[in-house]
């Protein structure tokens, strides 16, 4: 058996699937200040009867991070950078605690000025006397070589509870990315630690001992323990569940929107041909432009239990959450309250629900039934307007699958599937307004469970081979090889992949799931010096494309 817990910032939800299909699913309570007992309840729930030792897989995807940088309830950071010619640092600044310092790394890897140890010393003073104790090391060249990040982390560590290095977030170039993606990994490690040990206790509590999985922004897996060095992958988990979830149901040959429909937000994705569009650099949300790999989402500030009032004799819908719809004990009106009222929910106090929808119904001078209908009807409309908004975007340039890179496609939707808790009060109205045939994906209450359950593990590896200085290197793996002059493309590829194969095992992938290996970049130069052939250089990319895992084909059916 399996299990696929998603820990949004509502609710939290877990199954529990063999072979057969869907053993169990439940649905609990978020409590973000006390996440231990907020899980716990999930297993306890989830596990009442059941033998934990026939428990053989857990992956968890969350919001947490996501909520954390939304709310900007992040740990302040330090952070110390070093770049040499070339645009100043000082325009990447991510905070109070920033400094540009001495040293530089060439793109080729050779040192062209060192590091100021006593500089370096200054500044971790300063950092330690402002009560900074998370920093992050990033040097413009560290993916070539990261001597010069190592080196002022050795300065530095005996300081702080933990130093961040930007050579091991990726080995893309693009220093302005690496800046905001190590400050981001050193901003939420802290929140994602004490998520870790939450659910790490809530395991020991209920007997189980094997290892937990976290789904990551690209729709894969990789251990809890791996991502402690990466926390910011879990940046969009949630929304890259939804997407997982919805995979199956697709059609084969036809572009599909996936509709996430929460309390609080509506998280929005496609699907081109069963599979999901995917972020070409990384993952952006507000100021943060990151080198994360992810899935293609947005959110629109517009659920369930959206705030509905009345400004300037104009209905207004969200963005914010109050709590509960009024039919559910909330203070204040919600759509939730209008499906309540208009009969499509059968949930719920219907009396308190007119009383909420009535109070908006004095302001706009309508009956209730008509305020009822306004407000779900507008709550449906805002969230397709951003949804074709993110489309006519996409259409205006390059789309980007998880498999390849589509030039001059135009997105042209046939079909919507929807998930989350109110998602069948919405199929209806949603397909009367646009004319595209909206679906109900099964199991929709937990289907972000379910996609987390059945998501495999994925990986990327860079390399990089030099055959003028012969070696080859992976940086951010700690891979260097020695090679010789007639190093060539076959040796990359074949060393990539073993790579590739260790990595994705040590992150927790099941060997018979390794067959989905692409390689999404190849680049070779020539070297030359005085008209004369020096060596090649070679990179490539290689990675383990998101997927589901196999065995568990009943599950959705």
Known sequence: MIIGIDVGGTHTDAVLLSRNGIEKKI???????????????????????????????????????????VQQNMDPIGMIVSAGPGIDPKFFRTGEHYYCVAGSINHR??????????????????????????????????????SHEIFIKRIINKHF???????????????????????????????????????????????????????????????????????????????????????????????????????????IAFLVNKVPLFEPVGIRRGRYKSLIRSLLTDSEGIGGDSTVRVKDKELIIGPGRKGPAMAFGGPGPTPTDAMVVLGQMNEGNRQKAQEGIHLIAKE???????????????????????????????????????????????????????????????????????????????HFSVANAIGAALARTTCEVSLNADTEQGIVTAHEEDFAEPISKTYSEDDL??????????????????????????????QQFNIVRNFSPRG??????????????????????
Request: glycine share 6%; net charge positive; with cysteine.
């Open 27 to 69: 649905k609990v309570p978020t409590d973000s200040v006390d996440l231990f007992n907020t899980i716990l309840s999930g297993f306890t729930q989830l596990l009442d009867n059941i033998d934990p030792k026939k428990i053989k897989r857990i992956v968890i995807s969350t919001t947490l991070t996501t909520n954390a940088i």
């Open 109 to 146: 890897g050779r040192e062209k000025a060192p590091v100021n140890k006593i500089e370096i010393e200054d500044i971790a003073r300063k950092l330690k006397k402002a009560g900074i104790e998370y920093v992050g090391v990033v040097g413009k060249f560290c993916v070539r070589n990261p």
């Open 161 to 267: 509870k933990k130093v961040f290095l930007g050579y091991r977030v990726s080995g893309n170039l693009n220093f302005p990315r690496r800046i905001a993606t190590t400050h981001l990994n050193a901003a939420v490690f802290s929140l994602h630690k004490s998520f870790f040990e939450a659910v790490k206790h809530s395991l020991e509590e209920k007997g189980l001992t094997i290892p937990i999985q976290i789904l990551k922004a690209d729709g894969g897996t990789m251990t809890i323990e791996s991502s402690m060095s990466f926390p910011g992958q879990t940046v969009l988990s949630g929304p890259a569940a939804s997407i997982m979830g919805a995979i199956p149901y697709a059609p084969a040959n036809q572009d599909a929107i996936v509709l996430d429909i929460g309390g609080t937000t509506t998280d």
């Open 364 to 442: 706009l001078k309508l009956t209730d039934i008509e305020t009822a209908d306004q407000i779900f009807k507008k709550c449906c409309s805002i969230i397709l307007k951003k949804t074709f908004e993110m489309i006519d975007k996409l259409n205006s340039k390059p789309v980007y699958t998880v498999h390849e890179f589509l030039e001059g496609y135009k997105i042209s939707p046939e079909k919507i599937f929807l998930l989350g808790r109110p998602a069948p009060y919405f199929a209806k109205k949603i397909e009367d307004l646009y004319q595209i045939e909206t679906v109900v994906v099964p």
């Open 493 to 522: 590829i074949e060393t990539a992949y073993t790579l590739l194969k260790e990595k994705a095992i040590s992150s927790g992938a099941d060997p018979d799931n390794l067959n989905e290996v692409e390689v999404v970049e190849f």
């Open 536 to 557: 090649k250089i070679f990179r490539t990319k290689m990675q383990l494309k998101p997927g589901l895992i196999k065995g568990f084909e009943k599950v959705l059916q």
